[in-house]
Nanobody, 121 residues
Framework: QVQLVESGGGDVLAGGSLRLSCAAS????????MGWFRQAPGKEREGVAG????????FYAESVTGRFTVSQDNAKNTAYLQMNSVKPEDTAKYYC??????????????WGQGTQVTVSS
């Protein structure tokens, strides 16, 4: 079983920055892709960014391209989402997830509990 714990959320002014962390534990050896998602009240969960463990495949939602960046520290088994130039519409609960790469997409199996990000204008 894999456990994921997000941290780093909070309140930030529009135009500011935050860095979210996703610490993984448990049996993670079989996972080879991960992603960041967000969900605002009354809205569907939205994919924000994702990557393959090799580092060779990365995607970002159009709404965050150029502002958000994913990275990871394999030694710490931790992934990061750097959020720059945040906007009020970025306000949501952010989740990290990990799973298995199949063909051209990641099948997410394990999810964290989320961390709230609130952007004030």
């Amino acid at each position: 079983q894999v456990q994921l714990v997000e941290s780093g959320g909070g309140d930030v002014l529009a135009g500011g920055s935050l860095r979210l962390s996703c610490a993984a534990s448990g049996y993670t050896y079989n996972t080879n892709c991960m992603g960041w998602f967000r969900q605002a009240p009354g809205k569907e969960r939205e994919g924000v960014a994702g990557s393959h463990s090799s580092g060779g495949i990365t995607f970002y939602a159009e709404s965050v391209t150029g502002r958000f960046t994913v990275s990871q520290d394999n030694a710490k088994n931790t992934a990061y989402l750097q959020m720059n130039s945040v906007k009020p519409e970025d306000t949501a609960k952010y989740y990290c997830a990990t799973g298995f790469w199949t063909d051209t997409f990641c099948t997410y199996k394990y999810w964290g509990q989320g961390t709230q990000v609130t952007v004030s204008s």
